[in-house]
C-alpha cells in the first residue's frame, strides 16, 4: 500500500510529460503550424524533439529503476536520422545523439536544458537519455541514485505525509 495516497500500486508508475515544455509555451496556432505525437516533436520554428527515458537508479524501493518519461532536444540533422530510422529494428547504431532535457522535472529545480546524450535503442524502444555529468541534483540522482521518499514526493506532491 502507498504510504501517500493509500492505493495499491503494482511497482513504481514512470512519470511521463506529455509534451516538451517548449510545445506548451506556443500558442495555439503556432502548434497548429509543428506536429507533436507520442514520440516526436517539430515546432514550426525549427525546434526538435524525442520522447526518451529518463532512468534513475532507486534505493529502498520496490523496484531497480524510478523511470521518468522525458522529452530531448535533438539538431535538425540528428532528428531527421531518427526519425528516417524510427521503423528499423537497429536503431541503436545511430549510437550517441546530444542532446539538452526539454522538460522541467517536478521535484528538480532548474533541471530543464541540462545537458544529456541519448542513446536509441533497437525494435522502437524509446531511447535513454543519459545526462552529462553535472553538479544539479537530477544529474546526481542518475549517478548515484534516488530515494523512495523522493520518488513520492514527485508522484504526489500535493499529499501530505506523515
Not at 123 to 151: C, N, T, W, Y
Request: net charge negative.
Amino acid at each position: 500500500m502507498c504510504p501517500v495516497c493509500g492505493q495499491t500500486h503494482d511497482g513504481v508508475p514512470a512519470w511521463t510529460y506529455g509534451v516538451p515544455d517548449y510545445w506548451l509555451g506556443l500558442p495555439l496556432e503556432r502548434r497548429a503550424l509543428g506536429a507533436c505525437n507520442e514520440d516526436l516533436c517539430r515546432t514550426p520554428d525549427g525546434r526538435f524533439f524525442v520522447r526518451a527515458v529518463l532512468e534513475l537508479p532507486l534505493i529502498g524501493g520496490p523496484e531497480p529503476t524510478f523511470e521518468l518519461g522525458v522529452w530531448g532536444a535533438l539538431s535538425a540533422a540528428d532528428f531527421d536520422r531518427y526519425v528516417d530510422t524510427f521503423d528499423h529494428e537497429d536503431q541503436s547504431k545511430l549510437g550517441r545523439m546530444v542532446s539538452h532535457l526539454a522538460n522541467a522535472v517536478r521535484g528538480f529545480a532548474g533541471s530543464q536544458s541540462l545537458l544529456a546524450a541519448l542513446r536509441p535503442q533497437d525494435q522502437r524502444k524509446r531511447p535513454f537519455m543519459d545526462l552529462e555529468p553535472a553538479d544539479h541534483p537530477l544529474a546526481i540522482a542518475q549517478r548515484e541514485g534516488i530515494s523512495f521518499d523522493k520518488v513520492l514526493t514527485i508522484i504526489h506532491p500535493d499529499e501530505v505525509r506523515h
